[in-house]
C-alpha cells in the first residue's frame, strides 16, 4: 500500500490543523494505521494508531484529549484532528500502516510539516 499525507502547515499556538494520509495500491482496510512524528534533532515518535476497522485507538500520553485519530475505509483515507496544538507538537508527521499480524509498521507516506508558533 502506498500512504501520502497531506494537511500540514504553519498555525499558532492553541490552533487546530487536521492532517489526512490517503491510501492507495491495496485495500485500505486490510491495515491498521498510525501516525508518527519526528521533531528536529529527536527521534520519531509514536502519536496515535488505530485498528483497520477503525475500532482500537491508541495515543501518546502526550497528545491524549487533544489529538483524534479516524479513518473512512470507503475513502482510502486516515485522519489526525490536532487540536489545542502547542509548540512542542511541531514535527513531520508520518502516517504508516501495517497488515494487523505484523509488529512493525512496514508502510511509510512521506511526511508532512506541521509548525507550531508560540
Known amino acids: 500500500v502506498q500512504l501520502q499525507a497531506s494537511g500540514g502547515g504553519l498555525v499558532q499556538a492553541g490552533g487546530s490543523l487536521r492532517l489526512s494520509c490517503t491510501a492507495s495500491?491495496?485495500?485500505?482496510?486490510?491495515?491498521?494505521m498510525g501516525w508518527f512524528r519526528q521533531a528536529p534533532g529527536k527521534e520519531r515518535e509514536f502519536v496515535a494508531s488505530?485498528?483497520?476497522?477503525?475500532?482500537?485507538?491508541y495515543y501518546a500520553d502526550s497528545v491524549k484529549g487533544r489529538f483524534t485519530i479516524s479513518r473512512d475505509n470507503a475513502a482510502n483515507t486516515g485522519y489526525l484532528q490536532m487540536n489545542s496544538l502547542k509548540p512542542e507538537d511541531t514535527a513531520v508527521y508520518y502516517c504508516?500502516?501495517?497488515?494487523?499480524?505484523?509488529?512493525?509498521?512496514?508502510?511509510w507516506g512521506q511526511g508532512t510539516l506541521v509548525t507550531v508558533s508560540s
Open positions: 504508516a500502516a501495517k497488515v494487523a499480524t505484523h509488529l512493525e509498521y512496514d508502510h
Open positions: 488505530v485498528r483497520r476497522y477503525g475500532g482500537s485507538k
Open positions: 495500491g491495496r485495500t485500505f482496510s486490510n491495515y491498521d
